[in-house]
């Protein structure tokens, strides 16, 4: 089992930039793939971004790219998510979690571990 703890969610103004990080404790990071989902009131959970277990891959949403930037510190156990450029349709609660696959993937049931999310609010 792991524990994902996602911080570094707030209240911003559009345009305005986030830095989530997720800090995973127990061994193993570094050999699974990392992925960051977001809820909105009302809507399903969806995929924001994925990155492969050594950093060297990468998937987004297309509402997001070009603005957000998913990165990993194996030495650190943390996963960030850089958001950039917040819009209001980005209030969300964003969730990190795990796979226990190497690959990325964009589907929410390929993941085992979940955060228990951290509130993004965006205001125009």
């Given at each position: ?61 297309d ?37 226990p ?24």
């Amino acid at each position: 089992q792991v524990q994902l703890v996602e911080s570094g969610g707030g209240s911003v103004q559009a345009g305005d930039s986030l830095r989530l990080s997720c800090a995973a404790s127990g061994r193993s990071f570094s050999s699974y793939a990392m992925g960051w989902f977001r809820q909105a009131p009302g809507k399903e959970r969806e995929i924001v971004a994925a990155i492969n277990w050594n950093g060297g891959s990468t998937y987004y949403v297309d509402s997001v790219k070009g603005r957000f930037t998913i990165s990993r510190d194996n030495a650190k156990n943390t996963v960030y998510l850089q958001m950039n450029s917040l819009k209001p349709e980005d209030t969300a609660d964003y969730y990190c979690a795990r796979t226990p696959r190497r690959n990325a993937s964009s589907r929410s049931r390929d993941y085992d571990d979940w955060g228990q999310g951290t509130q993004v609010t965006v205001s125009s």
